[in-house]
T-cell receptor, first 113, second 112 residues
Framework: DSGVTQTPKHLITATGQRVTLRCSPR?????VYWYQQSLDQGLQFLIQ???????AKGNILERFSAQQFPDLHSELNLSSLELGDSALYFC????????????FGPGTRLTVL | DAKTTQPPSMDCAEGRAANLPCNHS???????VYWYRQIHSQGPQYIIH?????ETNEMASLIITEDRKSSTLILPHATLRDTAVYYC?????????????WGAGTKLIIKP
């Protein structure tokens, strides 16, 4: 158990819908990262927050957005969902933005029908 | 783009040492080598990292060649639970965002 929690574990929805994925980092970790993993592919970095502020952006679509709240939990919002958005979404946290040892949550499996 | 090259798959007998190679011929002086693994769609797990000296922890050993162009992750006594995809990642600590760039990794299968 990494100490990072993600909810929900599974999510099934239809095209065009909007969903919110939630992540709670390890106690004391200020940095949160979001990754997408499509079927049988490597992880793609989406976005990073550090202490409530956006720190880095990867290949995140404009239909996707994220935020980190004062209690340090983070939410990833996915809108106008397409079939291709079906994937595992992982959240990771680290003690600070300079610490590369990232601790990953169990992921949310999103299925868009 | 990933800066590392790994074999797509490897087999190892249970109880033997598993040696996973990684080529990072374009690595620069301030870049570290990190290893993570992912067991069947679970969240990736940090294993070890190093700069130029060999490193060992409770999970594995990391051997980095003198020219730093390649490295080997060693699992000394592989068990069935070590079956996973192993990712070798080169990462600079000089960058400001510290995102990890993931390649395809090596699928390691431990056989009884």
């Amino acid at each position: 158990d990494s100490g990072v929690t993600q909810t929900p574990k599974h999510l099934i929805t239809a095209t065009g819908q909007r969903v919110t994925l939630r992540c709670s980092p390890r106690s004391g970790d200020l940095s949160v990262y979001w990754y997408q993993q499509s079927l049988d592919q490597g992880l793609q970095f989406l976005i990073q927050y550090y202490n409530g502020e956006e720190r880095a952006k990867g290949n995140i679509l404009e239909r996707f957005s994220a935020q980190q709240f004062p209690d340090l939990h983070s939410e990833l919002n996915l809108s106008s969902l397409e079939l291709g958005d079906s994937a595992l979404y992982f959240c990771a946290s680290s003690t600070k933005t300079g610490k590369v040892e990232q601790f990953f949550g169990p992921g949310t499996r999103l299925t868009v029908l | 783009d990933a800066k590392t090259t790994q074999p797509p798959s490897m087999d190892c007998a249970e109880g033997r040492a598993a040696n996973l190679p990684c080529n990072h011929s374009t690595i620069s002086g301030n870049e570290y080598v990190y290893w993570y693994r992912q067991i069947h769609s679970q969240g990736p797990q940090y294993i070890i990292h190093g700069l130029k000296n060999n490193e060992t922890n409770e999970m594995a050993s990391l051997i980095i060649t003198e020219d730093r162009k390649s490295s080997t992750l060693i699992l000394p006594h592989a068990t069935l639970r070590d079956t996973a995809v192993y990712y070798c990642i080169v990462r600079s600590t000089a960058d400001s965002n510290y995102q990890l760039i993931w390649g395809a990794g090596t699928k390691l299968i431990i056989k009884p």
